[in-house]
């Protein structure tokens, strides 16, 4: 069904940011490569325009595609008639807006790192304007597209879980334990609220928690209750959190955010209740889903499960044994997408299961999300709405 190892990727890409010292540049690189939806034909790759330069030509891109800033890259690949179709951006936090704007404004489909914005304004912008210009853009939720996380989310919906009344959702990690903003740059600017927004380790990893416990469930959050902290001397923004979350159709939650955890490793993990199951899992060991319904010895379910939705199922890629992870994971999100929008261009109508990845609203809940938490947060813990009309 995937587009796997065509000789002529059918899109056209482009990407801004994700430059040679980027953490995340080579995940969309591997991702957009590994079905062969996409074919990089331009970028904008760092905010020096030298360095730029440099890296696009080690990427053996076309010189005259590599471009020393993305408005120039938006304009010149607008006028192109092979120019861009989609591009990738995947720059600090403060500067998605302008970016994604410029590419929108000009017809280019988008897919966005999270947070999408820095404020909840800026998020309705983005998607005012791209439902102005008929484009379609993707939120960088990358983990969505663990096979288990997609199973977790059918069982839900198929009521296997009966009413949802808990869920417990968490991304924690150690690696900002000491002060490592002081000799990286990725860290430091995590660390600026002018680069970042409000929040550190709320919108860095408790996002993508967020973006699970609603994926899964299908229910957004109605208000949030937050308490942060920041432990390392020095730190402007918290590097630690706490959410109480009120879910939309009566479901209790509970979030953790934290980067001074030491010995998690980015860990993320999530379970849920319901009145017939609960569920849990884990980012150490994804390709494993316990299932636990009422009154029954809980099932390890697996990628060869006879369980398995059809929803997971046709993400898996090897036979059942060889482990499957967070690069697969990335690209099962730029492959939806990629399948989303070639139906778009070709005015066909795409396979219902590719819709599940990560839109522009599941990006603009997840700044309101930050906001709610703030506001919470300097209120002492005070309820404050999370709700987003859209
Ligand atoms: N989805 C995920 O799992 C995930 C993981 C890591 C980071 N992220 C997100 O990705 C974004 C980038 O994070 P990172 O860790 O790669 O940051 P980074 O600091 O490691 O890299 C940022 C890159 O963007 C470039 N850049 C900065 N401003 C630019 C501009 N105006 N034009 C072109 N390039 C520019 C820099 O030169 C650098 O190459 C952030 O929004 C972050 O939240 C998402």
Redesign the pocket.
Known sequence: MRNRFSSKPPLRYGM??????????D?HRIALRWDSYYNLVAG?????PE??RRFGEQLGLDSGRVYG??QQMAMAEFARVDGIQVVGV????S??HA?AKAFIEVGIHVIL???ITTTTEDALNLIRLAREHNVLCAS????SGYPMIRQARALVANGDLGEITVVQAEFAHGNCATAVEQHS??AA?RNDPKMAGSTFVL??VGT?ALHLATFITGQQVREVSADRQSFVPGRVLEDNAHVLLRFKKGAAGYLWASGVAVGHRHGLAIRVYGTKAGIAWHQERPNQLRYSPLGETPRLLELDSPELRPQAKRLLRVAAGHPEGYFEAFTNVYSDFAETLIAKLSGTKPDPLCLDYPTLEDGAHGVKFLEACVESADNNGRWCSAELAL
């Open positions: 801004v940011g994700g430059g040679a010292t980027s953490t995340i540049g995940s904008a790759f760092d905010r020096n360095d730029s800033d993305y995947m720059t600090p936090n500067t998605h970016i790192e999270k947070p960088m939720y990358g983990y740059e990725g600017w919108g860095d993508h």
